[in-house]
């Protein structure tokens, strides 16, 4: 496919989320939106109105029509649709995280190794302005503390807060702090649903880098910060609102506070606009299923401490 040409785009799932990835195919000018597919015909049907595009019948049919496909429907379902999708010869973005098991997550990415097709996860912090500020700056990271707080919402529910929200923040650290994993301490408790509500985990890397990731999906406000602290220097920064400062230390009374100056951007347009890019070009994804693997393996044993605390 030549760079002039449009890639033909469909989303299966058209709820909260899948929405904004139909109306963005549908904006962006390397794409065209070929159409959606969702369990709800009338949603689907909405959707379709909305952004000028065709309701398919079955996944199938969407597969045959198009180059590139998101995937945006409930994680526990992310597996039976993507690997159809595969074998039809399309290109994924599977919402994150990339499934719920290890076994399924090493299925998509063999099938995907097999079909020589493009699987990137839909990890959408790495696409905000803040983590390319971090990528820049963050050079030998020793301790980093991410808070991340949400109202509760059942959309979500069919996993813990865990592969809801913490896998953000997982999958930012890992990629920080540059080294395997030694050890994982979590602890955590279920409010509303059935599943962990609230969660804490302490990671602790090879290279003794230390991070603290603290979730919770029944706050009363929404929350979405991390802090990095390295050799002289640290930094306190927003991922919801793109800002924040980063202080320089230069011996005991030199400190000195700078602002972030933040170009404001939509990272889910980032997002999609990489992904196409690396279809066209054959490129491998800044979040590529290897990436998506190695957090979920992370969040799982979160999941498997909690629960283990739940049962007592």
């Known amino acids: ?46 959707i379709a109105d909305k952004y000028n595009c065709r309701v398919f019948n079955t996944i199938a049919e969407l597969g045959e029509a198009c180059d590139a496909v998101s995937v945006a429907v409930p994680t526990d379902r992310h597996t039976e649709v993507a690997l159809p999708l595969l074998d039809q010869g399309c290109d994924l973005l599977i919402e994150k995280p990339i499934c719920t098991s290890v076994e399924d997550a090493h299925a998509i990415v063999k099938k995907a190794r097999e079909k020589n097709l493009i699987v990137q996860v839909g990890h959408i912090e790495h696409f905000n302005p803040v983590m390319s500020f971090m990528e820049t700056h963050v050079k030998s990271p020793r301790f980093i503390v991410a808070d991340r707080l949400a109202p509760f919402n059942v959309r979500g529910t069919e996993v813990g807060v865990v592969l809801d929200l913490m896998i953000h923040d997982i999958g930012i650290i890992l990629k920080l702090a540059n080294s395997p994993v030694e050890k994982i301490e979590a602890v955590g408790v279920n409010v509303v649903s059935k599943r962990e509500d609230i969660a804490n985990a302490r990671i602790v890397f090879k290279n003794k880098c230390v991070a603290n990731l603290n979730v919770s999906r029944v706050s009363f406000k929404k929350l979405r910060e991390i802090r990095v602290f390295q050799k002289g220097m640290y930094m306190s920064l927003d991922f919801m609102n793109q ?70």
């Open 1 to 46: 496919m030549s760079n002039d040409e449009k890639l033909s785009c469909g989303v299966v799932g058209v709820g909260y989320l899948g929405q904004h990835h139909a109306r963005i195919y549908s904006e962006l000018e390397t794409s065209t939106l070929v159409g959606v597919y969702d369990n709800n015909p009338e949603r689907a049907k909405e």
């Open 243 to 312: 800002k924040g400062h980063m202080v320089k230390i230069n011996g005991l009374t030199d400190i000195v506070p700078e602002e972030v100056p933040f170009e404001k951007q939509e990272p889910l347009k980032s997002e999609l606009a990489s992904f196409i890019d690396c279809v066209k070009c054959k490129k491998t994804p800044k979040v590529d299923a290897t990436l998506g693997l190695s957090a979920l393996e992370v969040a799982l044993e979160i999941e498997r401490q909690i629960d283990a605390i739940i049962k007592e």
